[in-house]
């Protein structure tokens, strides 16, 4: 009875032996200096690691180690020096923490039940709360916050006061925050979610309503990025640290980005992440906007349909690229140019690859040289079938599932291209491949598929000193030579060429004819030009063509008059720009424009 007075809980024994081992670590102090033996420091060592040994916390007690936490006070924290108490200016009084002591604890005065539970990796928050337990037996319950000083000491005590609150009513806060199985699934499925796995995803997506050769675009971006720190992070966590450690590089090295005073490169090294010829040395800079970009997308993606959120005005990216001022990358102006000398030295060697290359390489040969005379896309009609060619009307059917513009049309074919087509359908009867016939006009080795990207066959080109030309160079020379000969710089003739997009134009209702006849305006102007490469290639065999003009006007004057049809004004205006090709300003633009 006598010891169950004097020790009536646990706290109380603990306080007990707290005050005991001062007063013993007092004593051997003072038996040290009494003596001048060096036996003290070695008696207390020992004698403290078997005391905390045999109580398994930290003797001080709760009560002695309140304080005001401010976050001043708390910049002091050491955990190799644990608090004991404050001095007269309030200020903390430490020992050195005995060994063996894993944490200790500070009390938040100003808020009963707070806690900071310091150790040697950081301190975190906590609250404490005696709650019954059963048979009437109490016990502590000890609850985490959150770590110090991501956690302030306000935001510390307005959750602890909510939790503490809760604690009081009997609710666990932590339990109330698992109650929901769904929530706790979601929160483990979010760490799985990252921003590689979004990309993934988020291409999966969009590839039903892009071309194929956004597609490859994106395939290959996701090759560039996948040991990238960015792709692993999950997307709920990103931060513009997290942006600026994977792009910040790429940027950096792409635009030779160099210190302003010194004048040094700010990144010597390029990252081992990125475009091929990025980690080469090369200075991409076209790609890695091009990556930044598809990862922006795909995060966007990500937490806009998949974690439920609409709002993404804070985004990483946004407020990452608001601070940058990177280069954009000049737009690209090379194009084959017939007037150039290395061009036509290229285009003579395209025309040998055709008849004397092997077997493949005249299948590449076959598709690069209609590329160059009609300036179609290259996945518009490298993947063309026999079925597509309407015989009667002389055309090329392009569907709309191969355009990037999902806008179909049809490509008129001269007596050249019906050759060239000829020839290579012969070729393919001829060629023993091992997988058999095939559908596709471009067909490769491998059964049912058509020849992939040709780069592998202009490099054997650039290895023979002919200059670096690349698919869209064929297109973006249609383009210019197409202006150059009408006059008009970004006209229609132009778009139509090219079958660039028209704002308000409904796919849906396109008709085969009204593609037809797009196609007879286009024909002269493909006629013409082909005329021009024919010369270039063979002088003797092909005259050099008239200008433009006399061209278009000795080919009306052998055509047949045209025919005023009744009734629609806009049939009439197709049908006048039909067999007037070379009428395209003013009235008649504007209705052609009004009917697309």
Known sequence: MILKGIFPTRLKILRFFA???RLLVTLEHGFARFSGSVVGPQFKTDYTASFIAFLGRPMTSSSTLRFPLTKTLLSKLDFQHRWIGTDDHGQPVTEPTPAGVREWYVYDSERRGLYLRVSSSGASWGVR???PGDGGRAHALRRKLGDWPTMSVQVARQRAEAWLGLLADGQDPLLMLEATAGQTRQALSEQKQTVGWAFERWMQHMKPTSAAGTHVDRE?????????????????????DDIEATFGPMFGYASDQRDPVTKEALYAEPPTWGPQSLQEGGRPLASVWKAYRYAKAAWTWQIQSLLRVEDVSASPFRAWQKGKKWPKPPPRESRLDVRKGDDQ?????????RFEGAD?????????WLLSLWGTRIDEVAQAQWGDWNREQDLLVVPVE??????????????????????????LQRWKRPTGPTDFIFASRVKGQPVKWPYSFLRRLEALGMPK????????????????????????????????????TDVGQVTSDYLADKAEILRPHIEAREAVFLHVLDPARYPKPPEFGAFMGARRATAPA???PEGDPLAAALAFLKSNPDAVGGFMQDLYRKDE
């Open 19 to 21: 005050h005991l081992h």
């Open 220 to 240: 290959l971006v996701k090759q560039w990025m996948a040991s990238s720190p960015l792709f692993a992070r999950p997307c709920r966590a990103i931060t513009m």
């Open 129 to 131: 709360r005696r709650l």
């Open 345 to 353: 030295a290229w285009m003579r060697a395209l025309w040998a690859a």
């Open 402 to 427: 191969r355009t990037k513009t999902r806008r179909g049309f049809m490509v008129p074919l001269t007596a050249h291209t019906v050759e060239v087509l000829e020839l290579r359908q012969a070729h």
């Open 469 to 504: 030309i690349r698919p869209h160079d064929l297109r973006r020379g249609v383009a210019s030579d197409t202006a150059r000969m009408t006059g008009q710089r970004g006209g229609m003739i132009v778009s139509m060429m090219l079958n660039h997009a028209t704002p308000g």
């Open 360 to 368: 493949t390489s005249r299948v590449l040969a076959d598709l690069l």
């Open 562 to 564: 045209p025919v005023k």
